[in-house]
């Protein structure tokens, strides 16, 4: 049976950067919970091919193979950074969610919380 992989994504797009540390961290928490190999990369991962890309295969080799790491996750942490100019209220730095990809795919056949039978 393949290693599960937890792979993170940072959208952010200068280094250091605490969006990308944070969501190392969590991207490495839960691959030690899950007995997992973590991952993580930033938009400076897929390189100059990224925005004129319109197609997978027009990306460079390198953002293929972060886009083949992001498909071939079992889990998937996702950061965005937010700034405090647009968060007036909040001292945040960035915006971190993970998604187990396999609840993801058939949401109503997890084991999560209400998923698949919500009513609203």
Known sequence: MPQSR???ISG???R???TRAFVDHIVHRLAV???ASAQ???IE????SLLPARRLDELAPEARYV???IVAADILVVGSPTFKEATPVSSSTSSTCWIPLRFAANP???RLPGAGNDTR
């Open 108 to 110: 109503s056949s997890s």
């Open 16 to 18: 250091p950067s605490k």
């Open 45 to 48: 991962d897929f390189g100059a």
């Open 67 to 69: 886009v083949g790491q």
């Open 40 to 42: 993580t990369f930033d």
């Open 12 to 14: 952010n797009i200068t």
């Open 6 to 8: 937890v792979v993170g």
């Open 33 to 35: 919970d899950a007995g």
